[in-house]
T-cell receptor, first 114, second 115 residues
Framework: KNQVEQSPQSLIILEGKNCTLQCNYTVSPFSNLRWYKQDTGRGPVSLTIMTFSENTKSNGRYTATLDADTKQSSLHITASQLSDSASYICVVSERSSSASKIIFGSGTRLSIRP | EPEVTQTPSHQVTQMGQEVILRCVPISNHLYFYWYRQILGQKVEFLVSFYNNEISEKSEIFDDQFSVERPDGSNFTLKIRSTKLEDSAMYFC?????????????FGNGTRLTVT
């Protein structure tokens, strides 16, 4: 069964520190992997997208990596800010035109403390 | 930047009542979706809509649910007879295409509370 697992479930760090969030998936055949940021009470917003051939993608202080062989991805946040407090969701798409083949992880709840 | 808008932001209804959740997708997008997120759980796919018809639906999207695009801008989700377990955030999303370079653009959701 296609699954997306994220760790840790939650994380608290001090403002200014770096952190790395993990995503493991079993989705096959793989098409792409996206990281979304979801602020409390809001809809998810796309941060990065990576395909099979891409190892890393940056968006400002966010850097995502992908190892398609081990089916792992990470999202690294540099010099965290209070506004980074949110849930970060890993979303993996199966190679298909089907919307139901877009698999959401449960997210990592990140809290930045001043 | 264009965005998906949803109304209302919060809806409280009694069990057995009908609710209609409304969405205005981004204007040049062709694919529309409804997702739900029960508190503390992951986002779940409900239905996708293209060319004025449902293209796909999940097991959750049973006969109590229906979608409509009544005009050129609105996209609605109707729950005919709400149950307590329908309480969740309902997100509308749209995309230009269903392919690789077309991320889902989500609205800010409607929080549905069934009492």
């Amino acid at each position: 069964k296609n699954q997306v697992e994220q760790s840790p479930q939650s994380l608290i760090i001090l403002e200014g520190k770096n952190c790395t969030l993990q995503c493991n998936y079993t989705v096959s055949p793989f098409s792409n992997l996206r990281w979304y940021k979801q602020d409390t009470g809001r809809g998810p917003v796309s941060l990065t997208i990576m395909t099979f051939s891409e190892n890393t993608k940056s968006n400002g202080r966010y850097t995502a990596t992908l190892d398609a062989d081990t089916k792992q991805s990470s999202l690294h946040i540099t010099a965290s800010q209070l506004s980074d407090s949110a849930s970060y969701i890993c979303v993996v798409s199966e190679r298909s035109s089907s919307a139901s083949k877009i698999i959401f992880g449960s997210g990592t709840r990140l809290s930045i403390r001043p | 930047e264009p965005e998906v808008t949803q109304t209302p932001s919060h809806q409280v209804t009694q069990m057995g009542q009908e609710v209609i959740l409304r969405c205005v997708p981004i204007s040049n997008h062709l694919y529309f979706y409804w997702y739900r997120q029960i508190l503390g759980q992951k986002v779940e796919f409900l239905v996708s809509f293209y060319n004025n018809e449902i293209s796909e639906k999940s097991e959750i999207f049973d006969d109590q649910f229906s979608v409509e695009r009544p005009d050129g801008s609105n996209f609605t989700l109707k729950i005919r007879s709400t149950k307590l377990e329908d309480s969740a955030m309902y997100f509308c999303a749209s995309s230009q295409d269903i392919g690789l370079n077309s991320p889902l653009h989500f609205g800010n959701g409607t929080r549905l509370t069934v009492t």
